[in-house]
């Protein structure tokens, strides 16, 4: 059973930074891709970021890229996404998100992800 358990969320203010993590359990993940998706009070989720876990290849939405870094410290099964300068409009409940399928995008939408963390909800205000 494949369980990931975000942390880190909070209220930060408009060009702070916030680090979320990850922390994965219940396979290896070697084989796996895993990332982050958000979502707005009255919006679809959308893509954030992910990541190879054996490769570190990573992947950005236009609107986070050159502001966020997610990575992964294989030894912890944990996953971060490092969020510098932030702006209101990135307030949003973000999800974790893991694929084991082996056919990977770099813009993916959310059905490619089967497993999904509960959200941690992050408020960028001053």
């Known amino acids: 059973q494949v369980q990931l358990v975000e942390s880190g969320g909070g209220l930060v203010q408009p060009g702070g930074s916030l680090r979320l993590s990850c922390a994965a359990s219940?396979?290896?993940?070697?084989?796996?891709?895993m990332g982050w998706f958000r979502q707005a009070p009255g919006k679809e989720r959308e893509f954030v970021a992910t990541?190879?876990?054996?490769?570190?290849?990573?992947y950005y939405a236009d609107s986070v890229k050159g502001r966020f870094t997610i990575s992964r410290d294989k030894a912890r099964n944990t996953v971060y996404l490092q969020m510098n300068s932030p702006r209101p409009e990135d307030t949003a409940v973000f999800y974790c998100?893991?694929?084991?399928?082996?056919?990977?995008?770099?813009?993916?939408?959310?059905?490619?992800?089967?497993?999904w963390g509960q959200g941690t909800q992050v408020t960028v205000s001053s």
């Open positions: 998100v893991a694929s084991c399928s082996g056919y990977y995008t770099s813009q993916p939408t959310p059905s490619e992800y089967k497993y």
């Open positions: 990541i190879m876990w054996s490769a570190g290849n990573t």
């Open positions: 219940g396979r290896t993940f070697s084989s796996c891709a």
